[in-house]
């Protein structure tokens, strides 16, 4: 079950592979993120000695945390990935234009996944044409 998209990814990004990821949180985190409470605009993923962070995942306080013990919205969270396809990313993220973002964050088996993708940077002309393509889906779908 899916419980935040990044809808600005596949306009801004060529999405070349995708890897689901856990995710170290606390527990007002979790709840906070399972009631929908999460902002993915502007953040990103970085590898800082073999370990994958996500940086600017804001997660809003959860209303019934004890004011004793609150989170910090706009800490760095640990990604849970294997060497192998930490690996395969740092390689990737060694070309030029290649980056590393979250497409989603979602639910599989009780556990809060994020999915990333390796993406490269779309230019103007790709985006327009990427508008193109859905003014046009759009429009057959009106009209059937």
Not at 47 to 72: C, F, M
Not at 74 to 85: A, E, F, M, P, Y
Request: charged share 35%.
């Amino acid at each position: 079950m899916s419980i935040s998209v990044n809808r600005k990814a596949n306009f801004e990004y060529f999405i070349l592979d995708e890897y689901d990821a856990g995710i170290v949180l606390l527990g007002s985190e979790v709840k906070s993120i399972r009631q929908g409470n999460v902002t993915m605009t502007d953040s990103f993923i970085y590898i800082k000695d073999g370990e994958v962070w996500l940086k600017n995942l804001k997660v809003a306080r959860y209303s019934q945390t004890h004011s004793a013990e609150p989170h910090d919205e706009n800490r760095d969270k640990k990604l849970l990935l294997t060497k192998k396809q930490i690996q395969k990313i740092e390689k990737s993220l060694q070309d030029k234009g290649i980056t590393c973002i979250p497409l989603k964050i979602f639910t599989k088996s009780n556990r809060i996944k994020v999915r990333i993708g390796v993406a490269k940077g779309k230019k103007l002309y790709d985006k327009r044409n990427t508008i193109k393509e859905r003014d046009m889906k759009r429009d057959l779908q009106r009209n059937y």
